[in-house]
């Protein structure tokens, strides 16, 4: 579906070279400390910041082929901590940029568990509201989800608290489990990437330096490494990846 | 109650819109220093003075005062969604007075009667607001933070200061002639409105009116910010060159016809706003309807509050914008 063919960038902020294919139903984590290039990579993989090397393909077709209307139907991307200009209500917020009718836009809200806020004006919403709102705005440009629909999430679960993050984490699980939506999110919290990636991709400095499994990419030791941060490793449940805990 | 949350579809606001400035063309047809019966309407003209007055000299006035004002606060719309801030306006950016310097450099400079002398003033004006834009837009990008709003505050009010300065030198460079053609343009008056202007008014404006209805979905989309309005298909430097161009040709042709009237930009799209919500299909022809409506008002009311004599209608919108926007500038201290 969505391919990568040696793309990256030279100039600052630099990607190395990455080359991967993301498949319909599949979660993808990006994780890695500050700077190390996961918004810079949800950029290149969105077609906000072409190429300066390879390409990035959607259906084999490279992104800034495709025309904006047509791609928009196929991939929607909620950005990190946006506060729209001016004092939309959610529902009209929610229903930016779609051409979904009131049927998918109420769909799209209670998802979120929206439904009792959809008349509120942003202003009066707290930091989780809100990006709950941009979440179901972005679902509500997918029309959904269609399977093969791209799905780019930059930190969505940074303002919510825990209940909010299950409810989130568990929907996009749903949507690329049982709508075939691919879905990319960078994540701080490593122990939500454990749980509910299908795959991880960990950056460093510009460079992807490991993807796969959560179990394999996420070691205590390689995190240490990497984040510069002492970690224990607790043991959950069976067959479940284990959680990371910050060591005093 | 017509608005976002009364459940009365969009169209009534726009319709109320236009009836009520239908009201205001009727009432300010028949007003002014010659009265004159809306008898008129019928065919029933009293004296030939009376139809060459109307003719000659109303109808062109109300046309543009209609235009110039719905294109005025259609700019204001239109840049408070491109700069994602509610106080940006042309006058306060500079654009106004950017397309004014330029004018007036034209009206020094070069002979700015008759009607090339007019279009040469529309160029003129045209070219300083797009000079201005291209300054306040490089220096104003960075979304609706605090820092961008003052940044785009002071980039206006030094532009404002700069050719306030310009503006004087050339008063001062400028003959007995060019000077008094230079105050009177200068206060923001539609007094000098004739057929000339009235249609060279509506060979520009109009065009850049439908030019910036167009733009409606992409103004809402660019308020999610950039990258989100990319990720829903839009094109935001195509549609940043068109509302530039767009309003930089309005608000360019609007000085060079009528010299500055200030805060219509600012307080028009504001209070229609708060009233019809924030989405540009909605606002953007509510506002221009707004702008025609208020300006057509103001206009009436300064040839009628003193005549004979007449007070410019630039005076009469500051008066009211002024005390505005500092209440508007109170209001979001008391948010932050």
Redesign the interface.
């Known amino acids: 579906m969505l391919t990568l063919e040696g793309a990256g960038f030279t100039t600052v902020p630099a990607l190395a070279p990455l080359s991967d294919a993301l498949a319909p139903g599949e979660l993808v984590a990006i994780v890695g400390p500050n700077g190390a290039g996961k918004s810079t990579l949800l950029g290149l993989l969105s077609g906000f910041r072409p190429p300066e090397q390879g390409r990035v393909c959607l259906d084999a077709r490279p992104l800034a082929d495709w025309l904006p209307e047509a791609l928009a139907r196929r991939r929607a991307l909620v950005a990190q901590q946006v506060r729209p200009s001016f004092d939309w209500t959610v529902r009209e917020l929610v229903a930016l940029g779609s051409e979904a009718g009131p049927a998918q836009v109420a769909e799209s809200l209670a998802e979120l568990d929206l439904t009792a806020l959809a008349e509120r004006t942003l202003t009066g919403l707290s930091g989780g509201e809100a990006q709950r709102c941009m979440v179901a705005r972005a679902l509500c440009q997918l029309d959904g989800g269609d399977p093969g629909s791209l799905l780019l999430l930059d930190e969505p679960t940074s303002a919510l608290d825990i209940g909010q993050q299950q409810r989130l984490m568990r929907l996009l699980r749903r949507l690329a489990d049982q709508r075939g939506l691919a879905v990319v999110c960078v994540l701080h919290d490593l122990n939500l990437a454990a749980r509910y990636a299908h795959r991880v991709w960990l950056m460093q400095q510009g460079r992807r330096i490991a993807a796969g499994p959560p179990g394999e990419v996420l070691g205590a030791g390689r995190l240490a490494r990497v984040f510069g941060a002492e970690l224990h490793e607790a043991r959950v449940a069976a067959g479940e990846p284990p959680a990371l805990v910050l060591a005093r | 109650m017509i608005g976002?949350?009364s459940g009365f579809p969009d169209r009534q606001a726009l319709n109320g819109l236009v009836l009520a400035l239908l009201a205001a063309w009727l009432l300010a047809a028949f007003s002014g220093s010659l009265g004159l019966s809306p008898r008129l309407l019928l065919g029933d003209w009293p004296t030939p003075l009376d139809w060459q007055v109307w003719w000659q000299l109303r109808l062109p006035r109300l046309l543009l005062a209609t235009l110039v004002g719905a294109m005025l606060a259609g700019s204001g719309a239109a840049m408070q969604g491109l700069f994602?801030?509610?106080l940006a306006d042309p006058s306060l950016l500079g654009l106004a007075s950017g397309a004014g310097l330029a004018v007036a450099l034209w009206i020094v400079l070069f002979d700015a009667s008759g009607p090339l002398g007019l279009y040469g003033q529309f160029a003129a004006g045209f070219l300083g607001a797009l000079a201005v834009c291209l300054v306040v837009f490089r220096l104003g990008r960075g979304?609706?933070g605090q820092e961008a709003l003052f940044t785009l505050l002071l980039a206006g009010l030094a532009i404002n200061t700069l050719a306030g300065a310009f503006g004087g030198l050339l008063a001062f460079l400028a003959s007995d002639e060019q000077l008094r053609q230079l105050s009177l343009w200068g206060m923001g008056s539609l007094a000098h409105a004739l057929w000339p202007a009235a249609l060279g008014a509506l060979l520009c404006i109009p065009p850049a009116l439908w030019w910036l209805c167009r733009c409606a979905r992409g103004l809402?989309?660019l308020?999610?910010?950039?990258?989100?309005?990319?990720?829903?298909?839009?094109?935001a430097p195509a549609l940043k060159r068109r509302v530039v161009l767009a309003t930089t040709l309005g608000v360019g042709v609007c000085v060079a016809l009528a010299g500055i009237i200030g805060f219509l930009g600012l307080l028009v799209p504001h209070c229609l706003?708060l009233w019809l919500?924030?989405?540009h299909r909605l606002l953007l022809p509510a506002s221009m309807l707004g702008g025609a409506l208020l300006l057509l008002v103001a206009d009436t009311l300064a040839r009628t509050l003193a005549s004979p004599a007449e007070i410019p209608v630039g005076l009469l919108t500051s008066l009211l914008g002024g005390p505005y926007f500092l209440w508007l500038l109170m209001q979001r201290r008391r948010s932050c």
């Open positions: 976002r949350h994602r801030n509610p979304g609706p809402d989309l308020q999610l910010g950039e990258l989100t309005a990319h990720g829903a298909g839009l094109d706003r919500g924030p989405g």
